[in-house]
């Protein structure tokens, strides 16, 4: 069975950063692309970004290339994704998905940004 | 970016009954291998997402076949027959053809 599993609930300081993990069993990262999404208190999904673990390459989507950093540990079959320079906005709930059609979700896990 | 307009916002539905949640793209979804990346998922409250059809038709492991997918090119449709309890919640779709990926802002199905 493939699961993935979020680290806990992050309270950051504004202009800190924080993150995050994802770790995966019952399939091997290095065969998948690590996507991130996230959720805003209340509103819909946005993508982050992806990473391919086999050889570290990311795609981001423009508006996170200065927020969010993907990395892939692929002997723990981990993926990480750190958030820099936190403010307000970057309230959230953040998923990471696997697969090609995002088939497996993690379960989540909320950052609050609050000083 | 690809902007995804998803209509309706909400959509309130009796047990047993049948909906369609329409899906459109700014832009063609065929991909130049000759896919379209055009997937559905639902999110219950409190819960990640799920897949439930991917490539525009296929149904994932496990989604009862009550859930169909169809469209083309930029025009796309989910529907549901027969809506049970357990469908309720809010339904996105998401298009995997380009850079940036991109979800449609959600419908929320919802009991009369």
């Known amino acids: 069975e493939v699961q993935l599993q979020q680290s806990g609930a992050e309270l950051g300081k504004p202009g800190t950063s924080v993150k995050l993990s994802c770790k995966v069993s019952g399939y091997n990262i290095r065969s998948t692309y690590m996507h991130w999404v996230n959720q805003r208190p209340g509103k819909g999904l946005e993508w982050i970004g992806r990473?391919?673990?086999?050889?570290?390459?990311?795609i981001y989507a423009e508006k996170f290339k200065s927020k969010a950093t993907l990395t892939a540990d692929t002997s723990s079959n981990t993926a990480y994704m750190q958030l820099s320079q936190l403010k307000s906005d970057d309230t959230a709930i953040y998923f990471c998905?696997?697969?090609?059609?995002?088939?497996?979700w993690g379960q989540g896990v909320m950052v609050t940004v609050s000083s | 970016d690809v902007l995804m307009t998803q209509t309706p916002v909400s959509l309130p539905v009796s047990l047993g009954g049948q909906v369609s949640i329409s899906c459109r793209s700014s832009q063609s979804l065929v991909h130049s291998d000759g896919n379209t990346y055009l997937h559905w998922y639902l999110q219950k409250p409190g819960q990640s997402p799920q897949l439930l059809i991917y490539?525009?038709?296929n149904r994932f492991s496990g989604v009862p076949d009550r859930f169909s997918g169809s469209g083309s090119g930029t025009d796309f449709t989910l529907k549901i027959s027969r809506v049970e309890p357990e469908d309720l919640g809010v339904y996105y779709c998401l298009q995997s053809t380009h850079f940036p990926y991109t979800f449609g802002a959600g419908t929320k199905l919802e009991l009369k």
């Open positions: 998905a696997m697969r090609a059609h995002f088939d497996y």
């Open positions: 490539r525009v038709s």
């Open positions: 990473i391919d673990p086999a050889n570290g390459n990311t």
